[in-house]
């Protein structure tokens, strides 16, 4: 059964098997058979994949090594002894739905080494990572003849630092009643957390092996080093002045081949014109290539290039200072950009100060979905700055994708809050403008920058009144709460608290909201409650904390969750 939440029972499968007999025959189907399988099945057809394929994508699993496959492997094999002999199979994909791993067996079921929907139809993996959340697939859902007598459950791994997908964790059996939960739910679930965790722990090992690298390497004012993994980067202040985009863009890919390719460090010289020449050198750790240091020298004539543009928006860490200066160097080419993030990260107040955002006409899709009124404005080369794009109406995201199909450059700024899976409309165009999308860090993942925000969102004291100062313990309980409402829900403290003070002197840990004064869990948590307090973190966030909506999501009842709450607080 194609499900991410419980439910007391699903179709029938006898039905379920008529009505694929029918669809395959081209036959009208019955009644009451859900939409998504249905769409599921006319997918495999579109894609070519024959019903009776008698061999599906074959071959030893995938060897080649992965920081997925490096974190999962000890988890899973730990776990493998426990699916018992010829009764269940353990399988680990990366997000392309490519083989990576697999222990167990089922009589009949032979392997393969590509899940993908192109190769072998619908399938719990696939509907997995489309729906990042768990999923399962029972017998005559799937459009395979071979796959008619198995049932499956699967689970997406999520990168811990920025929440995208990386792989899946399946467990497949012989077919089930096709009522969830899948009896190996709760193993795919306790193993995709592992996963997270043991990925969460070496991404904070590899992150210190950087930041050791750029230390050792920059050492004094004057020395021009970039530390760079393809994802995050260290700049000396001589490096930020000495670097192009350009010239950044071309060390990023380095970064990138040497870690992903095993390619030399030389692999991807500095274009021309650069200014300056780049002597890199691979970081590892644990064996494995993570980054690349690269000292640069200017060239004899190097001419001194234009400073780039610059926002007055606040924050120096190293997460908002990389996406600024991206959101600057993309917007610089006045093509669509994408500025996502979760609810009050700064995207709009961003847009309004990249070029062309100032003057860009200023458009609510959740005030007005159909933007009927844009396509002259972006047709005529007008910028547009568009809100919330994850509210448009279907029509307004086809007309749009319409559009800049004729006019790819069109000025147009975009700010997206990742949430509820997209239609296929707008992930066209969420796919569309992907190279062109800067993703804004949560406040949680830059607290550093709390104290620089904190005079810069106070309103201005009344006559007579002092700004806000604060106390130790006060910025201590600030930078270490989550701020699921991210740098609007920190002004809106800010603002309370500047406009409603009745005592005077720096503000003390006592007078913040009580979430904020009450900080995070005290206790220790393993790696598994870690991993799961994560998971249900990053959902209440995805649905703005109503907790309702989360327990939906996470297949579990609302007591359950206020029950793991209170423990992680305790």
């Given at each position: 059964m194609t499900t991410t939440e419980q439910s007391p029972a699903g179709p029938a499968l006898p039905p379920l098997r008529l009505a694929r007999e029918r669809f395959l025959t081209g036959r009208p189907l019955p009644d009451g058979v859900p939409d998504e399988v249905v769409a599921a099945w006319r997918r495999a057809r579109f894609f070519g994949v024959p019903h009776d394929l008698k061999k599906t994508a074959t071959g030893p699993v995938r060897p080649a090594e992965s920081p997925l496959l490096?974190?999962?492997?000890?988890?899973?094999?730990?776990?493998?002894?426990?699916l018992g002999a010829g009764r269940s199979r353990l399988v680990l994909t990366d997000h392309r739905l490519r083989v990576l791993w697999t222990a167990g067996s089922i009589p009949g079921l032979e392997p393969c080494s590509d899940l993908s929907e192109q190769e072998v139809g619908n399938n719990s993996a696939a509907l997995a990572v489309r729906t990042r959340r768990r999923a399962e697939m029972h017998g005559p859902e799937h459009f395979l003849d071979r796959w008619?007598?198995?049932?499956?459950?699967?689970?997406?791994?999520?990168?811990?630092?920025?929440?995208?997908?990386?792989?899946?964790?399946?467990?497949?059996?012989?077919?089930?009643?096709?009522?969830?939960p899948h009896p190996g739910a709760a193993l795919a679930e306790a193993a995709a957390g592992a996963v997270e965790a043991a990925l969460l722990t070496r991404s904070r090992t590899a992150e210190r092996a950087l930041l050791d690298a750029y230390r050792r390497a920059a050492q004094g004012p004057d020395h021009a080093v970039a530390v760079l993994d393809g994802r995050n980067r260290l700049l000396s202040a001589a490096a930020e002045e000495m670097l192009s985009p350009q010239a950044l863009a071309a060390l990023e890919r380095t970064a990138l081949a040497v870690r992903q390719q095993d390619l030399p460090a030389d692999a991807d010289r500095l274009p021309e014109g650069a200014g300056c020449t780049a002597r890199m050198t691979p970081v590892r750790h644990e064996g494995a290539v993570i980054g690349v240091v690269a000292v640069l020298h200017p060239l004899a004539d190097a001419v001194r290039r234009v400073p780039r543009p610059s926002t007055t928006l606040t924050g120096s860490s190293v997460p908002w200072r990389h996406a600024v200066e991206r959101a600057l160097d993309l917007a610089g080419s006045r093509e669509p950009l994408v500025l996502s993030g979760e609810r009050g990260t700064?995207?709009?107040?961003?847009?309004?100060q990249l070029p062309g955002g100032s003057s860009a006409r200023i458009v609510d899709a959740a005030e007005n979905g159909r933007l009927d009124c844009l396509h002259s404005d972006l047709a005529q080369g007008r910028p547009v700055l568009l809100r919330h794009a994850e509210r448009l109406a279907q029509p307004g995201v086809a007309a749009l994708n319409s559009l800049l199909d004729t006019?790819?450059?069109a000025p147009l700024l975009l700010t997206y809050t990742p949430g509820t899976p997209p239609g296929p409309c707008l992930q066209r165009l969420l796919d569309t403008l992907a190279a062109r999308s800067v993703a804004l860090p949560a406040l949680r993942e830059r607290p550093e920058d709390i104290r620089e925000l904190l005079p810069a969102l106070a309103p201005r004291p009344a006559p007579g009144r002092t700004p806000l100062t604060w106390t130790l313990d006060a910025l201590r309980a600030l930078e270490q709460y989550p701020w699921p409402g991210n740098v609007t829900e920190l002004a809106h403290v800010v603002r309370t608290l500047t406009e409603h003070r009745r005592a005077s002197g720096p503000v003390r840990r006592a007078e913040l909201p009580d979430p904020v004064r009450e900080g995070p869990a005290a206790r220790h948590l393993s790696a598994m409650e870690h991993a799961e307090r994560t998971t249900i973190l990053d959902a209440l966030r995805r649905h703005g904390g109503n907790k309702a909506r989360t327990a939906a999501a996470l297949g579990i009842g609302r007591a359950t969750l206020y029950r793991k709450l209170r423990g992680y607080q305790g």
């Open positions: 490096g974190a999962a492997r000890p988890v899973l094999e730990r776990i493998a002894p426990a008619q007598d198995l049932s499956a459950v699967s689970v997406p791994v999520l990168a811990p630092e920025n929440g995208q997908v990386l792989g899946t964790v399946t467990v497949a059996t012989a077919l089930c009643d096709g009522c969830p700064g995207k709009t107040a961003l847009a309004r006019h790819p450059d």
